[in-house]
């Protein structure tokens, strides 16, 4: 079964500083990957999606994937208070099914 | 406003009760997904509905069933809960089935007794 592992579980920043965030995957026959972020009570948010080895920036948000180390990170720049969430990374198994990672929670301290 | 919503935010119940969820999305996309967030955050795909189209994660129990009456709505059904069944629930839409872009509802949070 496709599998999804995220580290670290939690992670506290300070305002400004680089925070990142690892994903590894069970197997390279992906080649959709995903990062969304959930604000307490609210849906998800998607913040980059990379389909190719290589970098991929969206504003503050960078992912980078490498699929022969079944890697995928996201960096995020100038973090803010408001960036505070969980962040979930997401691989596309097949056609349809999304596997997600257990999460991140990101803390940004003023 | 366009988006994705769901109802209700909350809902407690006992075992072997029926429970019913609904959701909306008025954002013209032309499909739409269940998803179960288990107490650790893991998000599990449940359902995907196109085109009157129903693909069924071969993991969810069958007392869980989708109910669509047109592509802007689509609700779940579980007809006799579990405590294992105490998740929050994430409706979601895309346009077309690749769900490159998703957008989610702020989800309903399920407690059975």
């Known amino acids: 079964q496709q599998k999804v592992q995220q580290s670290p579980e939690s992670l506290t920043v300070s305002e400004g500083a680089m925070a990142s965030l690892n994903c590894t995957f069970s197997d390279g026959t992906s080649d959709n990957f995903r990062w969304y972020r959930q604000h307490s009570g609210k849906g998800l948010e998607v913040l980059v999606s990379?389909?190719?080895?290589g970098e991929k920036e969206e504003g503050r948000f960078t992912a980078h994937l490498n699929r022969a180390s079944l890697h995928v990170s996201l960096h995020i720049r100038e973090p803010q208070p408001s960036d505070s969430a969980v962040y979930l990374c997401?691989?596309?198994?097949?056609?349809?099914?999304?596997?997600f990672g257990s999460g991140t929670q990101l803390t940004v301290m003023p | 406003e366009t988006a994705v919503f769901q109802t209700p935010n909350y809902h407690v119940t006992q075992v072997g009760n029926e429970v019913s969820f609904n959701c909306k999305q008025t954002?013209?996309?032309?499909?739409m997904y269940w998803y179960k967030q288990d107490s650790k955050k893991l998000l599990k795909i449940m359902f995907s509905y196109n085109n009157k189209q129903l693909i069924v994660n071969e993991t969810v129990p069958r007392r869980f069933s989708p109910q669509s009456s047109d592509k802007a709505h689509l609700n779940l059904r579980i007809k006799s809960v579990e405590p294992e069944d105490s998740a929050v629930y994430l409706c979601?839409?895309?346009?077309?089935?690749?769900?490159?872009?998703?957008?989610f509802g702020a989800g309903t949070r399920l407690s059975v007794l």
């Open positions: 954002l013209g996309h032309d499909t």
């Open positions: 990379i389909f190719s080895d």
């Open positions: 979601a839409s895309s346009w077309g089935s690749s769900q490159n872009t998703l957008y």
């Open positions: 997401a691989m596309v198994s097949g056609s349809w099914q999304l596997i």
